[in-house]
């Protein structure tokens, strides 16, 4: 996530996913949701382990 005054850009894997015409003036909290593709299987509910997360400040002063 990129964001100075004027706008905020949301980006996944090097690609631009949203772009906002407006930014917050608060901090923002990162939040991952977790999917299951196809058929349900195995237990519930189900877990994973967020290896890596990466962050840029990219202060425009």
């Not at 100075?4 to 980006?11: L, M, P, R, S």
């Not at 772009?19 to 509910?45: N, W």
Request: charged residues 20%; glycine residues 6%.
């Amino acid at each position: 996530m990129i964001r100075d005054n004027n706008e905020t850009i949301v980006g996944c894997e090097g690609r631009v996913v949203r772009r906002l015409t407006q930014a917050s003036t608060y901090p923002l909290l990162l939040m991952i949701d977790l999917f299951e593709i196809g058929p349900a299987s195995g237990r519930y509910p189900k877990a994973a382990t967020i290896h890596h997360v990466q962050a840029w400040n990219f202060s425009r002063t």
